[in-house]
């Protein structure tokens, strides 16, 4: 086994069963298996096919559930959210989501404070979220919202959003290499959501 492939699998197992967010995992394999901190870490692909192998072998009988919990509830949100033309992102939408995985909505605003007042209007309480910068180097806006555990889950869930310039959008949709896409609209996960319930 490549050293490349063996970061990748501790790390799939830390995102897995611990909930750790990717970077952190990655670091964090490193210090478990006893490497130097500048060891090269593995590309997001590798990691995410390890994350795939860990659950198909370890979680198989409660992660597609717990997906499916999440993304319904990652739907009524784009869904509370639609005039920020919202994008799912991340483990709920490549389908790798369990119940320790935060859910990640971009959102889409000339006025980058436009989101937050429309989240006071529905009568939720945003915090602010870890501090980023979009593909331009400019300070994003994130948000945080706690959500209450869902049916079959023991702690809330983290909701986060950031702010994007409605520029960022373009070509958000279009897919990799493999023909897979990295985000996606309501109604991409809607139809997710129908191909996960046929026989």
């Given at each position: 086994?490549?050293?490349e492939?063996?970061?990748?699998?501790?790390s799939?197992?830390?995102?897995?069963?611990?909930?750790?967010?990717?970077?952190?995992a990655k670091?964090?394999?490193?210090?478990d298996?006893?490497?130097?901190?500048?060891?090269?870490?593995?590309?997001?692909?590798?990691?995410?096919?390890?994350?795939?192998?860990?659950?198909?072998?370890?979680?198989?009988?409660?992660?597609?559930?717990e997906?499916?919990?999440l993304?319904?509830?990652?739907?009524?949100?784009?869904?509370?959210l639609?005039?920020f033309?919202?994008?799912?992102?991340?483990?709920a939408?490549?389908?790798?989501?369990?119940?320790f995985s935060?859910?990640?909505?971009?959102?889409?605003?000339?006025d980058?404070?436009?989101?937050?007042?429309?989240?006071?209007?529905?009568?939720?309480?945003?915090?602010?979220?870890?501090?980023?910068?979009d593909?331009?180097?400019q300070?994003?806006q994130?948000?945080?919202?706690?959500l209450?555990?869902?049916?079959g889950f023991?702690?809330?869930?983290?909701?986060h959003?950031?702010?994007?310039?409605?520029r960022?959008?373009?070509?958000?949709?279009?897919?990799d290499?493999?023909?897979?896409?990295?985000?996606g609209?309501a109604?991409?996960?809607?139809?997710?959501?129908?191909?996960?319930e046929?026989?």
């Open positions: 086994m490549s050293l492939l063996e970061i990748a699998q501790a799939a197992r830390l995102i897995a069963e611990e909930g750790l967010p990717w970077g952190p670091q964090r394999a490193l210090r298996l006893g490497l130097p901190p500048r060891t090269a870490l593995p590309g997001n692909e590798l990691v995410e096919e390890a994350l795939r192998e860990h659950l198909s072998l370890f979680q198989a009988d409660t992660q597609p559930a997906l499916r919990t993304r319904e509830l990652a739907l009524r949100w784009l869904e509370r639609a005039e033309e919202p994008l799912l992102v991340g483990a939408w490549r389908g790798t989501a369990n119940r935060d859910l990640h909505l971009e959102l889409f605003a000339d980058p404070k436009a989101p937050e007042i429309a989240l006071l209007n529905l009568g939720e309480n945003p915090e602010p979220g870890p501090q980023g910068r593909a331009r180097g300070d994003l994130n948000l945080v919202i706690w209450r555990p869902p049916p023991s702690q809330p869930v983290a909701l959003l950031a702010v994007l310039d409605p960022e959008r373009r070509g958000a949709l279009l897919p290499a493999r023909g897979q896409t990295w985000r609209d109604a991409g996960l809607r139809r997710r959501l129908a191909e996960s046929a026989p």
